[in-house]
């Protein structure tokens, strides 16, 4: 069983930024590809980032590019997405997932562990 941890939500003004991070129990870790997806109240949960599992190769939902940044360090099983230039439409509860594939996934259901959410509030 893989427990996955989120930290770092929080409320920030427009423009702003937040820092998140997940830590996860799993030795082997640093062979799942990981990922962090968003869900707004009265919405579908939502891809935002992947990140492969070494590293090298990523993926952003459109909204997200250019703005979100997502990172992992296998040392310490945890993977961060640094968030920059914040919105209000960025506002949702922030999932960590990860699913026992190296390759980069964008689809929920193709994730098979996931974290309890952290709440992230961007105000206008």
């Known amino acids: 069983q893989v427990q996955l941890v989120e930290s770092g939500g929080g409320l920030v003004q427009s423009g702003g930024s937040l820092r998140l991070s997940c830590a996860a129990s799993r030795r082997t870790f640093s062979t799942s590809v990981m990922g962090w997806f968003r869900q707004a109240p009265g919405k579908e949960r939502d891809f935002v980032a992947a990140?492969?599992?070494?590293?090298?190769?990523?993926g952003y939902a459109d909204s997200v590019k250019g703005r979100f940044t997502i990172s992992r360090d296998n040392a310490r099983n945890t993977i961060s997405l640094q968030m920059n230039n914040l919105k209000p439409e960025d506002t949702a509860v922030y999932y960590c997932?990860?699913?026992?594939?190296?390759?980069?996934?964008?689809?929920?259901?193709?994730?098979?562990?996931w974290g309890q959410g952290t709440q992230v509030t961007v105000s206008s």
């Open positions: 997932a990860a699913a026992d594939d190296p390759r980069i996934r964008t689809g929920a259901p193709e994730y098979d562990y």
């Open positions: 990140i492969n599992w070494n590293g090298y190769s990523t």
